[in-house]
C-alpha cells in the first residue's frame, strides 16, 4: 500500500507568473513562498503556502507539455501533488498493479524533491504528482 502523507500542493498552470502572482496576493493575501526555475521540468514555479501545503503557480519555460494544456484549456487546475513515503517503492506497486503511469522512475522536481507523475487515466482525468521531499530540503 503506498503511504500518502499529505497534499503536497494544486498547481495552477498561468502563462504569466507574475501576474498570476499579484492576482493570487490581491484575491487571498497569499504571499509567495519558494521560487525557482525547474530546468529538468522546462517550469518556472512559485509556491504560495497555506497551512501544511502549497498553491504552486507553475508557467512553461520550454515545457512543450504544459504549453499545450494553456493553449487548449488556458489558465487554471493543472495537477494536485501528494507527498508519499517511499517513492520507488509506490512507483514500483503502481506499475505491478497496471496503473498507467507518465514516469516510471522519479526525478528531481522543485525543490530538489523526488517526483513522478501518475497518468490522468489513473485518475478518471486528474494529473496526480507523487512527490517525496529529499531530507535536506523537507
Known amino acids: 500500500m503506498i503511504k500518502i502523507k499529505r497534499i503536497d500542493h494544486v498547481a495552477i498552470a498561468v502563462d504569466n507568473i507574475d501576474h498570476a502572482l499579484v492576482k493570487w496576493q490581491q484575491a487571498l493575501g497569499l504571499e509567495p ?5 525547474v530546468s529538468s521540468q ?3 514555479v512559485v509556491l504560495l503556502p497555506v497551512g501544511e501545503s502549497n498553491v504552486e503557480l507553475i ?10 494544456f494553456l ?3 488556458g489558465p487554471g487546475l493543472h495537477h494536485i501533488a501528494v507527498e508519499v513515503e517511499g517513492i520507488e517503492a ?6 505491478s498493479l497496471h496503473v498507467p503511469l507518465i514516469d516510471e ?4 522536481g522543485a525543490r530538489g524533491h523526488k517526483v513522478a507523475f501518475l497518468h490522468p487515466r489513473a485518475t478518471g482525468g486528474v494529473l496526480v504528482e507523487l512527490v517525496e521531499p529529499e531530507p535536506s530540503h523537507g
Open 33 to 37: 513562498g519558494v521560487r525557482e526555475l
Open 42 to 44: 522546462k517550469t518556472e
Open 59 to 68: 508557467e512553461p519555460k520550454g515545457n512543450e507539455g504544459l504549453q499545450k
Open 71 to 73: 493553449e487548449k484549456k
Open 90 to 95: 509506490a512507483l514500483a506497486l503502481l506499475k
Open 105 to 108: 522512475t522519479p526525478r528531481v
